[in-house]
Nanobody, 115 residues
Framework: QVQLVESGGGSVQPGGSLRLSCVAS????????MGWFRQAPGKEREFVAT???????LYSDSVKGRFTISRDNARNTIYLQMNHLKPEDTAVYYC?????????WGQGTQVTVSA
């Protein structure tokens, strides 16, 4: 059974940085397509970034140039380095393993950006 555990969330001032981690277990991680989504209060969950097993990367327009997704297959971990954070980045951030027929989601980690 695949499990994902996120960490690294917290509170930061605008302009600050955080790095999120997501450790996967129970899968052949190097073959997995992974990503990050986020959900702000009262809003739908939205795409942030994805990295596939070939290290092909996509970002949402709202985070492009500020966030960096990466993976370490030796540690079964993906990361989301978040720089120049804005109040609108405040959300619960979820790690996801894309799979058919049902994706696997982590429990989420809270990121709060406020002065």
């Amino acid at each position: 059974q695949v499990q994902l555990v996120e960490s690294g969330g917290g509170s930061v001032q605008p302009g600050g940085s955080l790095r999120l981690s997501c450790v996967a277990s129970g899968s052949h991680f190097s073959e997995d397509n992974m990503g990050w989504f986020r959900q702000a209060p009262g809003k739908e969950r939205e795409f942030v970034a994805t990295i596939n097993r070939h290290n092909f990367i996509l970002y949402s327009d709202s985070v492009k140039g500020r966030f960096t997704i990466s993976r370490d297959n030796a540690r079964n971990t993906i990361y989301l380095q978040m720089n120049h954070l804005k109040p609108e980045d405040t959300a619960v951030y979820y790690c996801v393993r894309f799979q058919s027929p049902t994706n696997t989601w982590g429990q989420g980690t809270q990121v709060t950006v406020s002065a």
